[in-house]
């Protein structure tokens, strides 16, 4: 299983990204797969994540409406829609793969991880 995040970079307080972050290696339909962040010195945190099958979603209170988990089954892509983005958003930016049914905020619950995409957002 690989995971490839993508579309990170530097942008003023107040723009917008997109992420995306591409799976490989095997079939995702029962997976929750989820975008962690870790700002340098900081602890890794849930950002949001989506559940492949029916789609649901959650995501942390910090980002809730400004932030927008998406999939696109065919293609085995997940993005997150940032928008309206904070000086404290700045961080490096993981998505994760995690094969039980819900879905969880706890990093070392997630089984695979990309290698993380840096999201740097100036004042």
């Known amino acids: 299983v690989q995971l490839q995040a993508s579309g990170g970079g530097l942008v003023q307080a107040g723009g917008s990204l997109r992420l995306s972050c591409a799976a490989f290696?095997?079939?995702?339909?029962?997976?929750?797969m989820g975008w962690f962040r870790q700002a340098p010195g900081k602890e890794r945190d849930f950002v949001a994540a989506?559940?492949?099958?029916?789609?649901?979603?959650r995501y942390a209170n910090s980002v809730k409406g400004r932030f927008t988990i998406s999939r696109d089954n065919a293609k085995n892509m997940v993005y997150l829609q940032m928008n309206s983005l904070k000086p404290e958003d700045t961080a490096v930016y993981y998505c994760?793969?995690?094969?039980?049914?819900?879905?969880?905020?706890?990093?070392?619950?997630?089984?695979?991880w990309g290698q993380g995409t840096l999201v740097t957002v100036s004042s």
């Open positions: 989506i559940k492949w099958y029916d789609g649901i979603i």
């Open positions: 290696g095997r079939t995702f339909s029962s997976y929750v």
């Open positions: 994760a793969a995690d094969s039980r049914i819900t879905i969880s905020t706890v990093a070392n619950e997630y089984d695979h």
